[in-house]
């Protein structure tokens, strides 16, 4: 596997399932991101982790649960969630999150349905 | 707080002609980048190409340019010689050197007409 890949691709889940999404990036990078789509807006910066250190979490309700264990590897831990959450969810990687060397790498994305 | 704009929801293009994608942005900083990214339908999304706010001369990279003007805070794309393979969403985006968030326009899907 190269680059940032993302499991499962798609996932359809009710609102009161537990279910887990998984980034792994191959690049050798520090930071990690977790960010949300949705039909018609900007993507939406979600968390951000430096160093498995999360540096940033945008307000995200707490239902939305990161984990970083490593630099390699990202999950985003979802329960209890509501329909406006079904969106297209992308992770990301960096170098590091400061400066020259900030080019974010994309994964695939999960493509999530809450029914 | 940082803004990006992307005024054109659509845009299309004949393919082997030149178009232009629009971008504005707002920020308070001297120092910060500039992106473009492309997502296709398959919805990888791809950099397109970068541009450092303190460099004067603009980024090319093949058929694709940009347009910088730092006082007028504008930021476009320009594709030559489009081909089928343009057609995506593309983003416009803006990272402030001192901060890691990285702060994505609206989009504008790009159509190419054969």
């Known amino acids: 596997e190269t680059g940032v890949t993302q499991t499962p691709r798609h996932l359809v889940m009710g609102m009161t399932n537990k279910k887990s999404l998984k980034c792994e990036q191959h690049l050798g990078h520090n930071a990690m991101y977790w960010y949300k789509q949705s039909a018609k807006k900007p993507l939406e910066l979600m968390f951000v982790y430096n160093f498995k250190e999360q540096t940033e979490n945008n307000s995200v309700p707490s239902r939305f649960s990161p984990e970083c264990p490593n630099s390699s590897h990202l999950f985003l831990h979802l329960h209890t969630l509501q329909p406006e959450d079904s969106a297209l969810y992308l992770c990301a990687s960096s170098p590091s999150t400061a400066g020259a060397s900030y080019e974010q790498y994309f994964g695939p994305g999960t493509r999530l349905t809450v029914t | 707080a940082q803004t990006v704009t992307q005024s054109q929801p659509e845009m299309s293009v004949q393919e082997a002609e030149t178009v232009t994608l629009s971008c504005t942005y707002d920020t308070s900083e001297s120092d910060y980048y500039l992106f473009w990214y492309k997502q296709p339908p398959s919805r990888q999304m791809i950099l397109v190409i970068r541009q450092e706010a303190y460099k004067q001369q603009n980024a090319t990279e093949n058929r694709f340019s940009v347009n910088f003007q730092k006082a007028a805070k504008s930021f476009s794309l320009k594709i030559s010689d489009s081909q089928l393979g343009d057609a995506a969403m593309y983003f416009c985006?803006?990272?402030?050197?001192?901060?890691?968030?990285?702060?994505f326009g609206e989009g504008t899907q790009l159509t190419v007409n054969p």
């Open positions: 985006a803006l990272k402030e050197t001192s901060g890691s968030r990285l702060t």
